[in-house]
């Protein structure tokens, strides 16, 4: 059977006692959860949700991280201080750092090696615009951010990644990919990482779905071949919502 893994994304919401909160109810509710969860709260509230994990199923994470270790570089935030509160995961590369920050494949290559070489498991998030989609360029969009991403990424290092796969048309507007075009594009980047690490290491990679996964969709797109779990931006903002997200299996 499958592991899936279910990560929540707060994005840029909750106060420290809010985010508390939200990760207590999730640590009681997702008790008997047999998936792998992981929760990425804002910088400012990791310290106090890794208090609050600890000792449970649920993994910390965060949403983002600078490129370099230390020194002069106001504003960010270098794997050693998330390693100091007890973040395991990073999200590296979503498209509102791509799209609203200019971030760019080379940037986030270097994050996602200083993450694995400072043993941080990152989500390497890809996907394309609307435009993209409809002038006949996913594949070579999609293709270009899984090769440049994983650039200088050993096979030994692979098994410490994630892809999540999430359209940017579908990322809160409330469409989402229909599991059919979801999984053709995650059985597309699997062919890709096949070529880069050949058909073993591509089958056992997990592969992410993200845009507008709920409640009521998250069995069906999970079911599909390639659908190795979820990133969930709106929907991880509730226990209520995201309660039954990580459970679509009971
Ligand atoms: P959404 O966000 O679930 O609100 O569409 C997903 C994401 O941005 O990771």
């Known amino acids: ?19 508390v909160a939200l990760a207590k109810a999730l640590v ?6 047999g998936e792998r969860v992981m929760i990425a709260p804002a910088f400012t509230a990791l310290s106090a949700v890794a208090d609050v994990v600890k000792g449970s199923r649920i993994v910390l994470g965060a949403q983002n991280m600078g490129p370099d ?39 986030i290559n270097k994050k996602v090696l200083l993450a694995l070489a400072q043993g941080l498991e990152p989500i390497l998030c890809v996907g394309e615009t609307l435009e993209e989609r409809e002038s006949g360029r996913l594949e070579a969009v999609v293709g270009a951010q899984v090769r440049e991403g994983l650039k200088g990424v050993d096979a030994a290092a692979l098994g410490k990644v994630t892809i999540a796969y999430e359209p940017v048309w579908a990322i809160g507007t409330g469409k989402t990919a229909t599991p059919e075009d979801a999984d053709a594009v995650h059985a597309y980047i699997r062919k890709v990482l096949a070529g880069l690490y050949g058909e073993a290491a591509a089958k056992a990679m997990c592969i992410q779905y993200g845009g507008s996964v709920k409640a009521e969709n998250a069995a069906e797109l999970m079911a599909k071949p390639n659908i190795d779990g979820a990133l969930v931006g709106g929907a991880s903002l509730k226990a209520e919502s995201f309660g039954p997200i990580a459970k679509f299996r009971s």
Do not use: F
């Open 1 to 19: 059977m499958r592991n899936y893994y279910i990560a929540g994304n707060w994005k840029m919401h909750k106060t420290v006692a809010e985010s």
């Open 28 to 33: 009681a509710e997702l008790g008997s959860c």
């Open 69 to 107: 270790l230390q020194g002069a570089h106001t504003g960010e935030i270098s794997p050693l201080m998330l390693k100091d509160l007890g973040v395991t995961a990073v999200i590296l590369g979503h498209s509102e750092r791509r799209h609203s920050y200019l971030e760019t494949d080379a940037l």
